[in-house]
């Protein structure tokens, strides 16, 4: 269920994650592989041209860390002075220090902060949600550089026995096979506008039950195991999809609003240097990549540290 519900969802979500399918063994659920290059709206004025300065903050989960240090790296690159200030909590918390500029920056969930920015929305694909998230973003003092390929979205996840066993690939090749098959998940899949309803009406696919399961990413990976339940609800930045050989399906309908990777900027602190090291990350992060980094931080490895080797990798880093 979408990022960030509360602090201990998150947390709970990052452990197996749970959170919020994905190349290597699925699709990125909108089909959409390529990092957003939209030009900003016509109003924007151009970047100043000096490094400048900034303190970028982060959720608080691992990701959220993770993403903060990978955007950080990068603009350092870039000649900006960073500062990071991680854990700051759930978006109420951490957008609150946006706007009062205790924090300049912070990586986001595309979808997500156009919900909270806009109080709701229809668009689902990658550059429908952009293009939202441009003018909503604009319209309180904040703006977003490009997104990544890379999301961190919901899926339905099934086991490699039960895709090959029932030739899966796309949600939609759930609708003749889902009357056997029970789904597992947290309790509000079930009542959600993009869950159980929308898995009816857009898809037509009706399980024969619904198991509702903890938040925690080890107990819904657990269930999908086991057998408790055939298919669940898993974040495409899950470890246990490369760990276990899952197969997240694709979503071509877009019932899971897209879910990228973003920095979002107070529009009085962006620089073009900080909009160049943001982007340049953005344009080398895909689902795959996220969720393999994602791994090594649930493994115990350092976000920083982590990021700094992937920073090297791409030679996104002066270091």
Same mark, same amino acid.
């Given at each position: 269920?979408?990022?960030?519900?509360?602090? +201990?969802?998150?947390?709970?979500?990052?452990?197996?994650?749970?959170?919020?399918?994905?190349?290597?063994?699925?699709?990125?659920? *909108? #089909?959409?592989?390529?990092?957003?290059?939209?030009?900003?709206?016509?109003?924007? $004025?151009? =970047?100043?041209?000096?490094?400048?300065?900034?303190?970028?903050?982060?959720?608080?989960?691992?990701?959220?860390?993770?993403?903060? %240090?990978?955007?950080?790296?990068?603009?350092?690159? %870039?000649?900006?002075?960073?500062? /990071?200030?991680?854990?700051? +909590?759930?978006?109420?918390?951490?957008?609150?220090?946006?706007? *009062?500029?205790?924090?300049?920056?912070?990586?986001?969930?595309?979808?997500?902060?156009?919900?909270?920015?806009?109080?709701?929305?229809?668009?689902?694909?990658?550059?429908?949600?952009?293009?939202?998230?441009?003018?909503?973003?604009?319209?309180?003092?904040?703006?977003?550089?490009?997104?990544?390929?890379?999301?961190?979205?919901?899926?339905?996840?099934?086991?490699?026995?039960?895709?090959?066993?029932? %030739?899966?690939?796309? /949600?939609?090749?759930?609708?003749?096979?889902?009357?056997?098959?029970?789904?597992?998940?947290?309790?509000?899949? !079930?009542?959600?506008?993009? #869950? /159980?309803? $929308?898995?009816?009406?857009?898809? #037509?696919?009706? &399980?024969?039950? &619904?198991?509702?399961?903890?938040?925690? +990413?080890?107990?819904?990976?657990?269930?999908?195991?086991? +057998?408790?339940?055939?298919?669940?609800?898993?974040?495409?930045? *899950?470890?246990?999809?490369?760990?276990?050989? &899952?197969?997240?399906?694709?979503?071509?309908?877009?019932?899971?609003?897209?879910?990228?990777?973003?920095?979002?900027? !107070?529009?009085?602190? =962006?620089?073009?240097?900080?909009?160049?090291?943001?982007?340049?990350?953005?344009?080398?992060?895909?689902?795959?990549?996220?969720?393999? =980094?994602?791994?090594?931080?649930?493994? #115990?490895? *350092?976000?920083?540290?982590?990021?700094?080797?992937?920073?090297?990798?791409?030679?996104?880093?002066?270091?």
């Amino acid at each position: 269920m979408r990022r960030i519900v509360s602090v +201990g969802f998150a947390v709970a979500a990052i452990a197996m994650v749970a959170a919020c399918g994905a190349n290597g063994s699925s699709s990125l659920p *909108d #089909g959409d592989s390529r990092a957003g290059t939209a030009a900003p709206p016509a109003t924007d $004025a151009a =970047l100043p041209h000096r490094a400048g300065s900034v303190t970028i903050g982060s959720a608080a989960f691992p990701e959220a860390e993770l993403l903060a %240090h990978l955007y950080a790296g990068a603009m350092r690159a %870039h000649g900006v002075k960073v500062d /990071i200030h991680t854990n700051i +909590g759930e978006r109420s918390a951490y957008m609150a220090a946006l706007r *009062d500029g205790s924090i300049g920056a912070v990586p986001e969930y595309s979808g997500a902060l156009l919900e909270y920015l806009a109080n709701g929305t229809k668009a689902r694909t990658s550059q429908s949600v952009y293009t939202e998230l441009q003018a909503a973003a604009a319209k309180q003092n904040l703006r977003v550089t490009d997104y990544a390929s890379a999301q961190d979205t919901d899926t339905i996840t099934v086991t490699r026995k039960t895709a090959t066993k029932y %030739h899966l690939s796309s /949600i939609a090749d759930l609708k003749s096979v889902a009357g056997k098959l029970t789904l597992g998940g947290p309790a509000p899949l !079930r009542t959600v506008p993009y #869950g /159980i309803p $929308a898995l009816k009406s857009v898809y #037509g696919v009706e &399980f024969k039950r &619904f198991v509702p399961l903890s938040p925690s +990413g080890s107990i819904t990976q657990t269930a999908l195991r086991n +057998g408790t339940v055939d298919a669940a609800d898993i974040f495409s930045t *899950d470890p246990a999809i490369s760990r276990f050989g &899952f197969v997240s399906l694709k979503d071509p309908e877009h019932i899971f609003a897209a879910q990228n990777i973003v920095p979002v900027f !107070r529009n009085d602190v =962006l620089t073009q240097p900080m909009a160049d090291g943001c982007n340049a990350v953005s344009s080398r992060l895909d689902t795959a990549e996220l969720r393999t =980094l994602v791994t090594k931080v649930a493994d #115990g490895a *350092d976000p920083s540290t982590t990021a700094a080797q992937w920073l090297r990798e791409k030679r996104l880093t002066v270091n």
